[in-house]
């Protein structure tokens, strides 16, 4: 357990039964002005020190921030009864993880926060916890959760002050599981997101994702977090949330983690982070805490926490990434090609040529975790994998509408040796991709060395879309090879990206005007996973649509239902004997090409049969459980044609 965890988990035997108090705290020295050192005077400027005595706009001018500044935070000063603005919760595994987030206390007011819960029409004090600073967050963990039931929660601050929300019970025997994809939540735009909200209390999904960008206050987290909030909180507090920080709501325009190294450059090609790692844990604490424990918790270097886990929800199983934690930054490995180390504007380059030995995306812990993911099927029907940005570069102008780009380094798509890893990894469970960042919302079928071999990804649109424009356009303005059939939009079919990936666009969602709100193509992802049926459909809303009148109001385009197999599009060779399980339904395969050793597939079947298929000619062995494929073997199985392959009766 990190030393964070140390401070300020609780545990709790049993809700209601054992409360853990903890002295209050009042203001004192501990309460620096500067709490990050000289060096940054405004990080956390609007929420350190003496910040009821400042204005809203009393930060300095700082030459690290862009230069087009977001316009004013909400006051931080609000009445006492206020002070706890949100909170944020998932439960997993028997463990409730739930973060409080205060406006800034006063001195003389206590610095703890109380969770309580409602039993049999009463509120029970269940855990105490410290008010922390800088960042004004609480944290509470309740082992032994009963997940089975729908509890009514409070955080609580001095006499009145509380948030209200509900703990949702785990939707199991739900057919349908719905996740609802976000992220790219503008700071030029303040005040409300009520148009999204009212959708999304009619659309009622199970799980919230937001993938990144919640804020783009770069030296003000705790005051954007709060922002962020206090926009979304109405459909935060009676659900569980997922939020993972991306490049902005560190203080970055893009960033590249390199393992935690400490950025020398400019934009930070270089890799590494450019503020202090306190700074980056806080953010990290205040967005993330009440995600599951990390499945490696050992921090990256000088100290930086990492997050990456899992989170099981409704019988789907989600692995949540880092993708920018370990990414290789450009700056100083390869030639630069355009205006920036990132930027690669030159026609006549050869991406293999930026495809180098070394270079890492999710990195060796991140990949391990994955691996493992993929076999361990425990409460799970489906898989997803949720990160930050797209695994290629589905986007041709960045900025502005006459802007091309030939490549950006930023996304995922490069470097593209360990992108073609990381979809394998997701490809051998059969699950889609769901992520945000990219400023236009598309799915594609990811390839690796086929069209449409690899799994599908759906990038959310910006909520609200007023930093940075994109938008899909080819050059010729002709759509690719195998364009989707009866598709509203031109430019659908099989490309390759700047960087050379395989990538075959279903759809895009390009803004009409970028002046107009309405037509600049804000909006949100929502996803359907059906367990019975074995599908998913992605849908994809506009800002300023209405919900209640149905798929007409979605991007043109959308929705789209693909079949969870479908992930994996590698072309099939034939297949394996047909395995009828006499004692157990649903059982979890898994299929290994012998001459390689290569785990080909390890998946959740639909009822008690199922006729692997493989992708070679050679013998294969497979390997079957409850919930691993761990308990019997089969070997030797060589590959015929469906109807000739046979049948084989397994009991386990």
Request: hydrophobic share 35%.
């Amino acid at each position: 357990m990190s030393e964070i965890d140390r401070r300020t988990a609780i545990k709790v035997i049993a809700a209601g039964t054992g409360v853990l108090a903890l002295a209050p705290q009042t203001f004192g020295a501990q309460d620096a002005v500067a709490p990050f050192g000289g060096e940054f005077p405004n990080l956390e400027s609007l929420t350190t020190g003496e910040w009821w005595t400042r204005g809203i706009n009393a930060t300095k001018p700082d030459k690290t921030k862009p230069k087009a500044d977001p316009p004013s935070a909400p006051s931080m000063d609000v009445p006492r009864d206020q002070v706890v603005a949100f909170a944020v919760y998932t439960h997993h595994n028997g463990v409730l993880k739930m973060s409080a987030q205060l406006f800034p206390l006063k001195p003389g007011e206590e610095r703890v926060a109380r969770l309580e819960f409602q039993r049999d029409g009463q509120w029970i004090e269940a855990a105490r916890a410290d008010v922390l600073y800088p960042g004004w967050d609480a944290h509470f963990r309740v082992e032994h959760w009963d997940a089975a039931h729908d509890v009514p929660y409070r955080v609580r601050h001095g006499a009145q002050a509380m948030f209200e929300g509900l703990i949702r019970r785990d939707p199991v025997d739900k057919d349908e599981i719905v996740v609802a994809n976000m992220s790219c939540n503008s700071s030029r735009t303040t005040g409300e997101r009520a148009e999204i909200v009212a959708n999304l209390k009619l659309q009622n999904p199970d799980l919230l994702f937001f993938g990144g960008d919640q804020t783009y206050r770069h030296t003000e987290h705790t005051a954007g977090w709060i922002e962020f909030g206090l926009q979304f909180r109405d459909i935060i507090r009676d659900r569980p949330a997922i939020c993972i920080p991306d490049d902005h709501d560190v203080g970055h325009g893009n960033v590249w983690g390199e393992s935690g190294k400490q950025s020398k450059i400019p934009g930070d090609a270089d890799g590494g982070y450019r503020y202090p790692v306190p700074y980056v844990n806080q953010v990290q604490r205040q967005q993330s805490w009440h995600l599951p424990d990390p499945v490696d918790p050992v921090p990256v270097q000088r100290g930086i926490e990492v997050y990456f886990t899992r989170l099981t929800l409704g019988g789907v199983d989600f692995a949540i990434l880092e993708d920018r934690k370990f990414k290789t930054g450009p700056a100083g490995k390869i030639p630069q090609m355009g205006p920036r180390p990132d930027h690669i504007n030159d026609p006549s380059y050869d991406p293999k040529s930026i495809d180098l030995p070394g270079l890492e995306l999710l990195g060796p812990r991140q990949e391990k975790f994955l691996n493992d993911w993929t076999q361990d099927w425990t409460g799970a029907e489906m898989k997803c994998v949720l990160s930050q940005t797209a695994f290629c570069g589905a986007v041709h102008m960045h900025g502005g509408q006459n802007d091309r780009l030939l490549a950006d380094l930023d996304c995922n798509g490069w470097p593209q040796t360990a992108r073609n890893r990381a979809v394998e990894i997701i490809r051998r469970a059969w699950a889609v991709h769901l992520c945000g960042d990219q400023h236009l919302a598309v799915v594609v079928k990811h390839g690796v060395n086929e069209f449409g071999d690899g799994p599908y990804g759906f990038t959310s649109p910006a909520l609200v879309n007023t930093i940075y424009g994109r938008w899909w356009h080819p050059l010729d303005e002709q759509p690719g090879p195998n364009p989707v059939a009866n598709s509203p939009l031109p430019w659908t079919g099989d490309f390759h990206d700047g960087l050379g990936n395989k990538i075959s666009m279903l759809a895009y969602a390009n803004p009409v005007k970028i002046q107009d709100e309405k037509q600049r193509a804000d909006g949100y992802g929502l996803v359907r996973f059906r367990k019975q049926q074995r599908t998913i459909t992605l849908e994809c809303w506009p800002r300023f649509s209405d919900a209640r009148e149905g798929d007409r109001a979605q991007f043109p385009g959308w929705p789209i239902t693909i079949a969870a197999e479908a992930n994996d599009g590698r072309k099939v060779v034939g297949h394996l004997p047909e395995l009828q399980f006499t004692n157990a339904v649903n059982p979890v395969v898994q299929v290994v090409e012998d001459a390689t050793g290569e785990i080909l597939y390890a998946v959740r079947i639909q009822g008690t049969r199922f006729q692997p298929r493989v992708y070679s000619a050679g013998p294969h062995t497979v390997k079957f459980g409850r919930h691993n494929p761990s308990e019997q073997t089969l070997a030797g199985l060589k590959p015929q044609s469906k109807s000739a392959a046979g049948q084989r009766s397994i009991t386990l």
